[in-house]
C-alpha cells in the first residue's frame, strides 16, 4: 500500500477535536447540523485511521510522527502508529462512527444538542489521543479529557428527570439510597476515576523523574533502567500498582466498579460509547500497552536480578486475581439486574475482567505477547458486541418508556431486525460457537489455565456459565417471554437506528465465522509489530478446556430458556417465598453492599471529618482565637496599659505639669513689672550669676 | 539582560495608577461604563506591553527600564520583568483588566442594594480609584529588585482593598475589613522585620538591576542566629499573606464578604503573590537555609490543601466556599514551592496562572448568580441553575476544571509539574516517602475534584427549586468576562511550551535549581 505523508494521521485524532469546537460555535444553528458535522468529522477519522492501520499492517512497518509540544518536558504531540495502537484506533473510531449516526436520530429534538454532540466529539477526539499518543502526557491529556467527557455525557439529563435514574426509586441498602440521578452518576464516574488518575499522574512523574523522557519508545528501550531503579529504591511492585491505578479505575475494575454501574444515567448513546469504544477500553488499552513494557524490563534483568522479575510476576498474579474477581462478582449482580442498561453494565464490568484476567495470566504463561494478542481480541470483540447490545436497548427503551425489563417482553414481533440484533451479539457474549465472543473468551480461559493462575481461572471458568445465563436471560425477557402491554404500540426503529446495530450484529457472527482465517494474521501482527514485543506467539488450545467451556455456555442458555421460554415462570416469585434466597438476591442486588459501605465510610466518614474539623477546630479554635482570644488579650493589655502607665502618663503631663507650668508662669507674671530698671537689674544678676558659674567650673 | 529605551515596564504601573486618579477627579461625570473603559483599558495596556515585550525580546532573559533609582541606605529600585513573573503579571494584568469590565453589572446591582439599606457608598469615581490602585500595586509588586520596593507596593495594595471591603462589601463588613487589614498588615510587617535584619548587614537588593543577577545567598551573610529567625519571619509573614492552614484565619471572611469583583482579584491574584515571593524574595536570600525549611513547607502545604478541601465541601454559602477553596488552592503553590526544584517551582508559576483563570471565573459565576438572583449565595437553596443560566454553568465548570486540573485547561500542567516535583522532592529524601506522598496527593486531589463537581452538581444540576423557576439568562455583560479568562485559561492549555520552556530555564540559570 502507498502510504501517506506520517503527518497526515495526526488529524485521526485531531479532527474529532475539531468538530468539538466548530460543534460549539454551531450554537446557534437548530436541526442536525452538528450532528451531520460530528458524523463527518468522526468519519475522517475512521478513514485516517483505517489508512494508518492498513499502512502499519500491509507495509509491517510502524509509523509515527512528532510535533514538540512542552519541550522541557520532552512533550511531544503527534502520533504513534504501531499494530496495537492503529488496530484500537480503527476500533474505536468506527464504533464512535456507528454510535454517532445512531445518535443522530436517537438524540433529534433533545434541547441539549450542542452540549451533546461537543462532548462527543471531545469523547472521541481524547479517546483517539490516547490510544495514539507516542508519550505518556500526551496519553493522559487525552485519558483526562475522555474523564471530561464522560461526566459530561452520563450527566447529560441534568434536571434529574426520574425515568432517567438509574436503580429503584426509594431503595435503600444499609440505609443508603440505591438510585441515582444523572448529576449524581455523572459525579460518581468523575470523582472515581479521578482517585485512580493521580497513580497513573504519580506514575508518570516517576518515570520522567527516573529516565528523564515519558516517551513510549524510551520507554521500551530504557525498560530494564526503569525496573532496576524501582527496585533499588525498594518501591518496584508499589510503584506498579499505583502506575496501575488509573487504568483500574477508568475500566472498573474492583473495587472501582461503582461508577460504571451508574454511569447508565446518560443518554443510551453514550453508555454504548462508554462500554464500547472509548473509556473503560482506555483502561484495558493502557494495560496492553504498558505490560509488554513492564515484562521487557523484568526479562532483561532475569539473569542478573531474579528478584526483579519474581517482583513483576506478582504483579501480573495481582492482575489477574483482580480481573477474575471483576469478572465473577459483577456477573452475579447481571443474574439479578432488573434494568436492561444495568444487566449490560454488569456484563460489561465482567468483561473487562476477563480482559485484565488476560493480560496478567498471558504475561504469567512467560510470553507476554499473549497478554496482547489475548487481550485485545477479547476488547475488541466486546466492543462490537456490547455496542450492538446497547444500541438495541436504547431502541428498546425509547419504545416502551422504560428501563425495567419487567415492562418489556414480547417485543421480538414488532422490533424483528432489533430481536435479531441483540440475539446475535448475546450469542456472541454469552460466548456461543462460532461467535467472535467464543474464540476470544476461550483464549482467555485457556490462558489462565496455562498460566497456573488457578483462583482467576475458575472466577472465569464460573463466569462462563453466568454469563450464558445472564445474557439469554435478558433476551427472553425483554424479546419473547409473556408479552407486556406494549407489544402493540411498539414498532421497529428507525433505520438510522437499526442499521449501524444491526451490522455490528452481523459482525459478531461473521467476525467468528472467520475467526480461524485470520486468528494467526491477527497473533503474528500483534505480537510483532507492537511494541516492546517481538516474537510470534498463540496460545495452546486445550480441547477439554474448550468442552467444558461450550457445555458450560449451553447450560447456561439452557436454563435461561427453561425458566423463561418454555416454563415462562418468575424465578423471583419463588426466591421471594425463602428468607434465605431472598437474603442472597438482595446481597447481589445491592451489589454486594460494596456501595453502600463506600457511602458509609468514605462519604458519610469524609462529610463527618469534615463537619468535626470545622465545628471544632475550624470556628471553634481558629475562629475564637484569632478573632476573639488574641483581640481579647489585645484589649485587655490595651485596658489595662490605659489604666495604669496611661493613667499615670496623664496625671503626669495633665496635672503635674500644667500645674508646674502654672506656678512657673505666675512667678515669671510677678517679676515682668513692665519697668525698665527691674528688666536691668535682673540682667545684671543674670551676669552675675553666669560669671560666677564660669569662674565657679574654670 | 536587556535594558529598553524607555521606561515600559513601570509604565505598566504608573498608566493604569494615572487613569485611576482620572476616574476619581472626574467622578459622576463620567458613566460607568465609560469608567471601565478607561482602568480596563489602563490594565490591559500593562497587558500588551508584557506580551509584546515576551513577543519582541523573548523569555530568555531579564528585560529591564532604563532607570535605577538610588535611595540611601535602601539600596537600588528598579522594574523588570523575566520568565518567573511573566506568567503571574500576564494573569494579574488580565484579570484585572476584565474583572474591572465585570464591575459595571455587579456594582450597579450592589450600589442598588446598599442604598436599599439605606447606605451611600461612595460612588464610581472613588470604586474605580481604588479597584485600579489595588489592580496596579499588584503588577507593582512583581516587578521590582528590592526587598523594601516590593514591600511599599504590598503596603499599596493593602490599604485600597481594605477599602473597597469596608465600602463595598457584605455582611459586618466594616468589622471584616479591619480583621483583613490587621492579620495580613501583622503577615507584612513580619515580612519586613525579617526583611530589614538581612537588609541592613547585605542591602535590600536581591536583584542585581546592572547585571539582571538573582543575589542568591546574600542572607547567608547573616550570623547563623539572626539568619534562620530572619527567614522565618520572612516566611512565616508571607505566608499569612498565602494564608495556608493555621494562619488562614482571615481569608474566609475577607474572601466570602468583599463585593465580588474584588474577591475575584483578592483571591487568585493577591495572595497568591506571597507564594511567588517565597521564591523569588526568601529562597534567592536563602537558597541554602531554605531546605532546612522544607519538609516543614511540604508537610504544611498537604496539610493545607486537604484541609481546605475539607472545608469546602461543608460551606453553604458559594463565596465562602470558593474562599476555602483557594485555601486548598494554596496549599497546591506551597507544595510545589517545598519541593525545591525546578518542576514545583515552575508547576506553583503556572497555578499560579491556572487558578488566577479559573477562581476569578468561579467568583464571577457566584457574582453573576448574586445579581441573577436577588444575592442568592446559599448553595443549598440553589440547584438545577443550568437549565436557566446555561452559560454561566458552563463557564463554572472551565472555572472548575482549571482548579482541579482537567483539560484543555493550564490546570492539567501545572498540577502535572507540581505533583512530579513533590515525587521528586520525597522520594530524593527517601524512596520509602513514595506511598505516604502518594497518599497525601490522592486525599487532596481526590477533595479537590469532589468539592468542585459536587458544588456543580449542587449548583447547577438536578431539580429547580420552586423559587428560582423565574430566573432568567445572565446578562452578556457578566458573561463576556468568565468568557474571555475561560478562552485565555484554554489558549495558555495549548500554548504552555512559549510560556514553560523560559520559566524553567530561567528557573535553572536565575535561581540556580
Known sequence: MEPLPSQLYVFAWLSPFIGSALNLALNPVKGRAKAYSSVAFISASAILSSLLALDVWLNGRVVSFEYVWVKCLNVSFGFYGDALSSLMAVVVSWLSLLIAIYSIKYMEGDPGQTRYWTFFTFFVGSMLLLVLADNLVAMFVGWEGTGLASYALIGHWYTDEEDKWVGDPGRKALGIPMYFTPSHGGLRALVFTRIGDVGFLVGIAVIHMLLGTTSLVALESKAGVLMLSLFRSGILLPFLIVFSLGAMAKSAQFPFHEWLVTAMTGPTSVSALIHAATMVKAGVYFMLRMAPIIFLGAEVLRATNPAVFSLVAEYFEIVALIGGLTAFILGTMAIVARELKLILAYSTASQLGYMFLAVGAGALTGEVGLSVFVGFSHLMSHAIFKAALFLVAGAVIHSVHSRFIDDMGGLGKPMKISFASMLLAALSLSGLPPFMGFWTKDAIIDVAFEAHAYLPFVLGVVTVLITAFYSLRMVFRVFLFKPSHHEHEVHEAHPLMWVPYFTLAVACLALGLAWPFYEADLSRGLTTLTLGLKEWVMPTPNYTLVGTSVALVAFGIGIAYYLYQAKKVLPFDSVKTSPTLMKLHTFLYDRWFINSIYYLVIVKGGHLIASAISKYFDKLIVDNLYHRAIPFVFGKAADLLFRYPERAIDLFYHRVMVAFFSILSNGFRRIQTGILNHYMLLMLIGFATIYVVLMLLG | ?513
Not at chain 2, 496549599?331 to 506553583?348: D, V
Not at chain 2, 455583560?477 to 530555564?505: K, N, Q, R, W
Open chain 2, 1 to 513: 539582560m536587556i535594558v529598553l529605551n524607555y521606561p515600559l515596564i513601570l509604565s505598566t504601573v504608573v498608566v493604569p495608577y494615572v487613569a485611576a486618579f482620572v476616574s476619581w477627579v472626574s467622578g459622576n461625570r463620567l458613566s460607568p461604563k465609560a469608567h471601565a473603559a478607561l482602568n480596563s483599558a489602563s490594565l490591559a495596556y500593562g497587558f500588551a506591553v508584557f506580551l509584546a515585550l515576551s513577543c519582541t525580546y523573548g523569555l530568555g532573559q531579564v528585560i529591564r527600564d532604563p532607570e535605577i533609582y538610588f535611595i540611601p541606605t535602601l539600596g537600588r529600585f528598579s522594574f523588570l520583568m523575566d520568565a518567573s513573573t511573566f506568567p503571574a503579571l500576564l494573569s494579574i494584568s488580565l484579570v484585572t483588566a476584565v474583572v474591572s469590565l465585570y464591575s459595571v453589572p455587579y456594582m450597579e446591582h450592589r450600589f442598588e442594594e446598599l442604598e436599599k439599606d439605606g447606605i451611600k457608598a461612595p460612588s464610581w469615581g472613588s470604586y474605580f480609584l481604588l479597584y485600579t490602585l489595588f489592580s496596579a500595586s499588584m503588577i507593582g509588586c512583581l516587578l521590582g529588585t528590592n526587598t523594601i520596593e516590593f514591600y511599599i507596593f504590598l503596603e499599596l495594595t493593602l490599604i485600597p482593598s481594605f477599602l473597597l471591603i469596608a465600602f463595598y462589601g457584605y455582611g459586618d463588613r466594616v468589622r471584616i475589613a479591619i480583621m483583613y487589614l490587621i492579620w495580613t498588615h501583622v503577615g507584612a510587617v513580619l515580612f519586613l522585620l525579617g526583611a530589614l535584619s538581612v537588609g541592613f548587614v547585605s542591602g535590600f537588593d536581591f536583584i542585581n538591576p546592572s547585571t539582571g543577577e538573582m543575589l542568591l545567598g546574600l542572607g547567608d551573610g547573616l550570623p547563623a542566629s539572626t539568619l534562620y529567625v530572619a527567614m522565618w519571619l520572612m516566611i512565616v509573614g508571607l505566608l499569612v499573606k498565602v494564608a495556608v492552614f493555621g494562619v488562614h484565619m482571615w481569608l474566609p471572611y475577607a474572601h466570602a464578604e468583599a463585593p465580588t469583583p474584588v474577591s475575584a482579584l483578592l483571591s487568585p491574584c493577591l495572595i497568591g503573590i506571597g507564594a511567588l515571593m517565597l521564591l523569588r524574595i526568601v529562597y534567592v536570600l536563602f537558597p541554602s537555609a531554605i531546605q532546612t525549611a522544607s519538609p516543614l513547607l511540604f508537610v504544611w502545604a498537604l496539610i493545607t490543601m486537604i484541609y481546605g478541601g475539607f472545608m469546602a465541601l461543608v460551606q453553604k454559602d458559594f463565596k465562602r466556599l470558593l474562599a476555602y477553596s483557594s485555601i486548598s488552592q494554596m496549599g497546591y503553590l506551597l507544595l510545589g514551592l517545598a519541593s525545591m526544584n525546578a518542576f514545583g517551582m515552575s508547576g506553583m508559576i503556572l497555578h499560579y496562572m491556572a487558578h488566577a483563570f479559573g477562581k476569578a471565573i468561579l467568583f464571577m459565576a457566584a457574582g453573576t448568580l448574586i445579581v441573577m438572583l436577588h444575592g442568592l449565595r446559599d448553595i443549598t437553596k440553589m440547584g438545577g441553575l443550568s437549565s436557566k443560566l446555561p452559560y454561566t454553568g458552563g463557564l463554572a465548570l472551565i472555572g472548575f476544571m482549571h482548579i482541579t486540573g482537567i483539560p484543555p485547561t493550564l490546570g492539567l500542567w501545572s498540577e502535572y509539574l507540581i505533583v512530579r516535583g513533590a515525587i521528586e522532592y520525597s522520594m530524593k529524601l527517601s524512596p520509602s516517602y513514595f506511598i505516604p506522598s502518594f497518599i497525601g496527593l490522592v486525599v487532596a486531589i481526590g477533595l479537590s475534584t469532589a468539592y468542585a463537581f459536587l458544588t456543580m452538581k449542587k449548583v447547577f444540576y438536578g431539580r429547580l427549586p420552586e423559587g428560582l423557576k423565574g430566573a432568567v439568562k445572565a446578562k452578556r455583560s457578566l458573561l463576556l468576562p468568565m468568557g474571555l479568562l475561560a478562552a485565555a485559561g484554554i489558549l495558555s492549555f495549548i500554548l504552555v511550551g512559549p510560556i514553560l520552556d523560559p520559566l524553567m530555564e530561567v528557573l535553572k540559570t536565575l535561581y540556580g535549581l
